[in-house]
C-alpha cells in the first residue's frame, strides 16, 4: 500500500541553525501538507501547497518557513533560523482527488 | 469557544468493551468529518472519514455524524489491547482544505 514516507526520523539542531525536513508523498497526490504537533498539544496545519505553490498557510507559517517540491517526488519544509518553540513533531501529509490526507510518520524536530 | 472540542481522557476500558468517542464543532462550513488514530510518537493512521450525517461502518468502528448538532462519534466494538492509542478527530471545511483537528482522547483498553 502506498505511504506517506519522511526523513529525518529525528534532527537535532542548534537555535538559529537551518533545517530542512524532507517528505516524498504518495506518487499520484497533487495536495501537500505540513502540519506540526507540539508535544502534549494537538496537531495544527501549518501551510498547504499544490500546483507548485502555497494555497492556504497558518500564522505560524511566518516568513522564517519556507515549502517546496524541488523535483517529482520530494516535498520539503525549510525552517531558516529555528527557534526553541520550534521543537515539535513536523507532519507531512498529502491527497489525491478525494478529500482524505494521508500522513507521514513524521520528524521530530528537537532545537537546543 | 474552540473550534473542535475533545475530551482527551485518559479513557480506561475493559477488554470486549464498547468505546464510545466523541468531539463537537462551532463551524458549520466543516463538510467532512474524519476519525484518526495515532500511536505514540507516530503518524496520525486515517481510520474513517464521513462527510453527511447518518453513521458509517467499517468492521469494528462505526462513525456517527450529526450536523444539527454539530456533533461526531467514533464507537468501537469488541475493544482489544491492541486498540489502545490516541484517537483524533479532524475536520474539513468549505474554506480551505486544511484540516482542523481535536486535541485527541487517549484511550487505554486493558486486558
Known amino acids: 500500500e502506498p505511504e506517506v514516507t519522511q526523513t529525518p526520523s529525528h534532527q537535532v539542531t542548534q537555535m538559529g541553525q537551518e533545517v530542512i525536513l524532507r517528505c516524498v508523498p504518495i506518487?499520484?497526490?497533487?495536495?501537500f501538507y505540513w502540519y506540526r504537533q507540539i508535544l502534549g498539544q494537538k496537531v495544527e496545519f501549518l501551510v498547504s501547497?499544490?500546483?507548485?505553490?502555497?494555497?492556504?498557510k497558518s500564522e505560524i507559517f511566518d516568513d522564517q518557513f519556507s515549502v517546496e517540491r524541488p523535483d517529482g517526488s520530494n516535498f520539503t519544509l525549510k525552517i531558516r533560523s529555528t527557534k526553541l518553540e520550534d521543537s515539535a513533531m513536523y507532519f507531512c501529509?498529502?491527497?489525491?482527488?478525494?478529500?482524505?490526507?494521508?500522513f507521514g510518520p513524521g520528524t521530530r524536530l528537537t532545537v537546543l | 469557544q474552540k473550534e473542535v472540542e475533545q475530551d482527551p481522557g485518559p479513557l480506561s476500558v475493559p477488554e470486549g468493551a464498547i468505546v464510545s468517542l466523541n468531539c463537537t464543532y462551532s463551524?458549520?462550513?466543516?463538510?467532512?468529518f474524519m476519525w484518526y488514530r495515532q500511536y505514540s510518537r507516530k503518524g496520525p493512521e486515517l481510520l474513517m472519514y464521513?462527510?453527511?450525517?447518518g453513521n458509517k461502518e467499517d468492521g469494528r468502528f462505526t462513525a456517527q455524524v450529526d450536523k444539527s448538532s454539530k456533533y461526531i462519534s467514533l464507537f468501537i466494538r469488541d475493544s482489544q489491547p491492541s486498540d489502545s492509542a490516541t484517537y483524533l478527530c479532524?475536520?474539513?471545511?468549505?474554506?480551505?482544505?486544511?484540516?482542523?483537528f481535536g486535541a485527541g482522547t487517549i484511550l487505554r483498553v486493558k486486558s
Open positions: 501529509a498529502s491527497r489525491g482527488e478525494a478529500d482524505t490526507q494521508y
Open positions: 506518487s499520484n497526490h497533487l495536495y
Open positions: 501547497f499544490y500546483n507548485n505553490e502555497i494555497s492556504e
Open positions: 463551524n458549520s462550513a466543516f463538510q467532512y
Open positions: 464521513t462527510y453527511s450525517s
Open positions: 479532524a475536520m474539513l471545511g468549505g474554506y480551505g482544505n486544511k484540516l482542523v
